[in-house]
């Protein structure tokens, strides 16, 4: 497992290297500039493109990107607050600590509420239980995370006043379970859809027929036999899942006035503001790259059958 786990890590940082130099080439793909507005005169914009190296050519500025991040330097904001460092504004503002908040309660949902919902309605198949959750998760799926976001205000805040409708200081405790609905509603339903198909497959295998034939109590059959070989798909599902919840949900942060990594990284983009583009995506990035690691390790946990190394030994 060692040598696996090496040759994924060493695959990992070509994939980053990858993304980061993609993310570069699209982002000066769009026209514009960060230092372009009214009041800036063509000698000051040519005077700022000097400073920070946006006048040179754009395989040296990627080589100088790629050269200050292995140095752990991710420059400075050009335009939102222009001149402080970018990692002081994602890592030292509470920026990722809101987003890392908002996608653990989040995927806590996910998880609490997706598995469970998906093994009901496996054992009730074809019944009004498993009718009704399909319409649900059908809807939940099919439900953009903006439309969700402004039921839940019309609903939870303006109608009842039972949660405050901003949310952007998280003082109040309360704050942050409107956005956290919002944002794990698509993923329950997916989940609950991905554990329900893969619940029928593994209750269809012969072992638990011969289980069933052995008097084995329901939940006992259930959770601790078909579950268990179910969970691989669902596993592999929650490996991206996790790593797009901890940065937040961009619509969702900007819908709740979230002040967090997803909302900061839609205004960069508005504003042309090159390193924090460049560095909440690698961020995301690599908390994806990690997720899909980690995921390949816990298949062998979940099913010891599962051989990391591409064979069946």
């Known amino acids: 497992m060692f040598k696996y786990i090496l040759k994924r890590v060493a695959a990992s940082a070509v994939t980053l290297l990858l993304v980061a130099a993609i ?9 514009g500039n960060p230092f372009l507005d009214e009041n800036t005169t063509v000698e000051q914009m040519e005077i700022a493109n000097a400073k920070y190296g946006l006048d040179q050519p754009l395989l040296v500025q990627m080589k100088n990107y790629l050269l200050n991040y292995l140095h752990g330097d991710m420059g400075e904001s050009l335009k939102m607050q222009r001149g402080t460092p970018v990692k002081d504004i994602i890592f030292g503002q509470g920026k990722f600590e809101l987003s890392i908040q908002l996608g653990v309660l989040a995927l806590f949902l996910t998880v609490l509420m997706g598995i469970p919902l998906g093994c009901i309605a496996a054992y009730n198949r074809g019944k009004a239980v498993d009718n009704f959750l399909n319409v649900f998760s059908t809807v939940g799926i099919a439900a953009p995370n903006f439309v969700v976001a402004t039921l839940l205000l019309t609903l939870l805040s303006v109608k009842l006043g039972i949660l405050p409708a901003v949310s952007g200081s998280f003082n109040d405790p309360k704050a942050i379970i409107m956005p956290a609905i919002a944002l794990s509603l698509y993923y329950v339903c997916y ?51 996790t790593a797009g919840l901890l940065c937040g949900g961009f619509v969702v942060e900007t819908t709740f006035g979230v002040p967090g990594l997803g909302r900061y990284f839609v205004s960069s983009i508005i504003d042309r503001d090159y390193p924090i583009i460049m560095a909440t995506t690698i961020v995301l990035s690599t908390l994806i790259i990690g997720m899909n690691l980690i995921v390949d390790i816990v298949y062998k946990i979940v099913d010891p059958r599962i051989s990391l190394s591409g064979t069946n030994n």
């Open 23 to 31: 993310t570069f080439l699209a982002m000066n793909a769009i026209p």
């Open 191 to 241: 989940v609950a859809k991905l554990t329900r198909t893969s619940m029928l497959d593994a209750i269809n295998q012969d072992y638990i027929r011969t289980a069933r034939a052995k008097g084995l109590r329901t939940g006992s059959l259930i959770f601790k036999h078909a579950l268990r070989n179910a969970l691989i798909p669902v596993v592999t599902y929650l490996g991206p899942l």
